[in-house]
């Protein structure tokens, strides 16, 4: 999914994945939106944040 970068974080999520394009200090995300996968997770560990990219 194609998320746009706002300039202030998305108040429903909690991110620590600093490494991610969208990440922003203090654990806030500044995707619009996001999308988590896959189907059939059966566990927390499982599940994980497809809108993710590299900090270019
Ligand atoms: S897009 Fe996903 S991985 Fe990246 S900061 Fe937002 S929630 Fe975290």
Redesign the pocket.
């Known amino acids: 999914m194609r998320?746009n970068k706002m300039d202030h974080p998305?108040q429903g999520?909690?991110?620590?994945?600093?490494t991610?394009?969208?990440?922003?200090s203090g654990d806030?995300?500044?995707?619009d939106k996001?999308e988590?996968q896959p189907q059939n997770a059966a566990d927390t560990q499982e599940t994980?944040?497809?809108?993710?990219?590299p900090k270019g």
Do not use: G, M, Q, R
């Open positions: 998320a998305n999520i909690k991110c620590v994945v600093n991610c394009y969208y990440y922003s806030h995300c500044l995707a996001i988590v994980d944040c497809a809108t993710f990219a």
